[in-house]
T-cell receptor, first 114, second 113 residues
């Protein structure tokens, strides 16, 4: 079956512009996660959604970052007024439910802020 | 807060030799431990997990990991490494009720033919 997909695969933008990254989770997965992976670093948790519950936004690094999810489908991560330090690979993952299930990762979006 | 340490940046091993990738963790409560592998230009792939039960967990591609509570470790092992095992390996931990996975910085494994 189809895995987690993300678009675009690469995004180059100028400092100060807004960007929107998209994630399509595996159908039927109720949990969706966003992570950031800076060059040479591990994954940094950003936000997660579980069904209709309020999202856990505790990992968002600043108020320039926001994310939305429509029901149990597509999610978008928006970064406003991008800065060079936002350059990273943004990874999305989904899982059938919270807690003990492994997360299935998409290929990521590589964001470069010039 | 949970955290993971992967002390070695790179692990070099000759093809056919045993491979070990080290991971130690810190978490309040019972740990739930995961290993993922990342091949170049691809997303993370799940290898194995420890939730409860036997301390030795077997996973994909011949990998296994041993949970050691007293040493707070979850080292990844493979008896005989293949060149195709060359990749970036991440250890991750969470505790039940906390859905955030804390990842280590990753270990680059290089298997030398």
């Amino acid at each position: 079956g189809a895995g987690v997909s993300q678009s675009p695969s690469n995004k180059v933008t100028e400092k100060g512009k807004d960007v929107e990254l998209r994630c399509d989770p595996i159908s039927g997965h109720t949990a969706l996660y966003w992570y950031r992976q800076r060059l040479g670093q591990g994954l940094e948790f950003l936000i997660y959604f579980q069904g209709n519950s309020a999202p856990d936004k505790s990992g968002l690094p600043s108020d320039r970052f926001s994310a939305e999810r429509t029901g149990e489908s597509v999610s978008t991560l928006t970064i406003q007024r991008t800065q060079q330090e936002d350059s990273a690979v943004y990874l999305c993952a989904s899982s059938p439910s919270i807690g003990l299930n492994e997360q299935f990762f998409g290929p990521g979006t590589r964001l470069t802020v010039l | 807060a949970q955290s993971v340490a992967q002390p070695e940046d790179q692990v070099n091993v000759a093809e056919g030799n045993p491979l070990t990738v080290k991971c130690t963790y810190s978490v309040s409560g019972n740990p739930y431990l995961f290993w993922y592998v990342q091949y170049p230009n691809r997303g993370l792939q799940f290898l194995l997990k420890y939730i409860t039960g036997d301390n030795l967990v077997k996973g994909s591609y011949g990998f296994e990991a041993e949970f050691n509570k007293s040493q707070t470790s979850f080292h990844l092992k493979k008896p005989s490494a293949l060149v195709s095992d060359s990749a970036l390996y991440f250890c991750a931990v969470s505790n039940y009720g906390n859905n955030r996975l804390a990842f280590g910085k990753g270990n680059q494994v290089v298997v030398i033919p």
